[in-house]
């Protein structure tokens, strides 16, 4: 197993800007704040949390079109961080982006075939005319495009045509790796999982590697290795995928699995319903201790508020959790403090 990605306490913290020009920082938002990471070669890390947990400012930073302000990122060995701009623009042709709204992110004034084209171009890559068009021809029939599409444009898709387009864009520079920030999450469910699927083919034949970033733990659940729980711009929990659906050990992994519906609707859900207390708090302003205690229905006095939990390894030695009390919730010695029957 090789390391194509080393996420490294990689930091992104926005400037809070006030003043009539803009000019006085009073504070920052911690986007991302400490995150360790690693993406095996040809899997999947699928990465969860709610809007606003900073999983898509990661993704980003992971492929340098945000500016981290600390920590390293490193690619096939190459630290990107400290990367001249030159040849940081020769390995972003081997890392791509797949986005959560096709419509948003194509030119509608370019057809398909000059969509996949500019890559190519900008890249400087493809070769020569008739070089490039068999590229593309390549690409459409990887992403189950016909050859038609070329001539039309992204309004004249729908919105599972139009994802893989967004799809080829990504493919036709033939990257290693790919980020997709909510694939699907625009999508009717009867065409997410075509796209899960798709994307899951296409890391077959291609030996892709995937960041998967989703709001939804069942999204990534059929396609990702190993998922990771972000919560206010920190990993609350990671493990092999099988791993963190049958023995979820964080309170707030346990509370969105808890909201995820049973697939048959024969079967009577007997889980518990774990509610949470209150909103996201504010990413510039975080809760002392563990950053979870203002809605945790599992909170301790004093320690959680004032001691920030590390994520340390519990039960396998791949599940990472950071928790103080994992193994006390997970052997009923402690007891919610509100559930829903
Ligand atoms: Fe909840 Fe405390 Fe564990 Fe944080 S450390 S998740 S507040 S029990
Ligand atoms: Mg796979």
Avoid at 236 to 264: G, K, N, Q
């Amino acid at each position: 197993m090789t390391n194509l990605v080393e996420v490294k306490d990689l930091e992104v913290h926005f400037p809070i800007k006030r003043g009539v020009l803009f000019d006085r920082v009073v504070g920052h938002v911690k986007a991302v704040d400490g995150v360790d990471l690693t993406i095996v070669k040809g899997k999947t890390y699928g990465l969860v949390g709610e809007s606003g947990c900073g999983k898509s400012t990661l993704g980003r930073a992971l492929l340098q079109l945000t500016p981290p302000t600390g920590g390293e990122v490193v690619f096939d060995g190459v630290p990107l961080t400290s990367l001249p701009p030159k040849q940081l623009r020769a390995m972003r042709r081997r890392m791509q982006m797949i986005f959560q709204d096709p419509m948003s992110s194509l030119d509608p004034r370019m057809n398909v075939e000059s969509i996949l084209t500019e890559g190519l171009r900008a890249h400087g890559v493809g070769g020569n005319r008739t070089e490039r068009r068999a590229v593309i021809a390549k690409t459409l029939d990887a992403v189950g495009l016909p050859r038609w599409a070329l001539s039309r444009y992204p309004h004249e898709f729908s919105g599972g045509q139009r994802q893989r387009i967004g799809i080829a864009r990504a493919l036709v520079l033939g990257p290693e790796l790919i980020v997709a920030d909510e694939p699907v999450s625009a999508l009717d469910v009867s065409i997410q999982a075509q796209v899960v699927n798709l994307l899951d083919e296409l890391q077959d034949q291609l030996g892709l590697t995937y960041l998967v970033i989703a709001h939804d733990l069942a999204v990534v659940r059929h396609i990702s290795d190993t998922v990771g729980v972000m919560y206010l711009g920190a990993l609350v929990e990671e493990a092999a995928a099988d791993d963190i659906y049958a023995t979820p050990l964080h309170p707030y992994t346990r509370a969105l699995m808890s909201a995820v519906p049973v697939p048959d609707p024969d079967v009577e859900d007997r889980r518990e319903r774990i509610l949470l207390a209150g909103d996201l708090p504010s990413p510039a302003n975080p809760p002392s201790g563990c950053r979870f205690h203002t809605r945790c229905p599992w909170a301790q006095p004093t320690r959680c508020r004032d001691e920030r939990p590390a994520l340390r390894v519990i039960g396998t030695a791949t599940h990472r959790v950071a928790c103080h009390w994992a193994e006390d919730i997970e052997a009923g010695r402690l007891r919610p403090h509100s559930v829903e029957a």
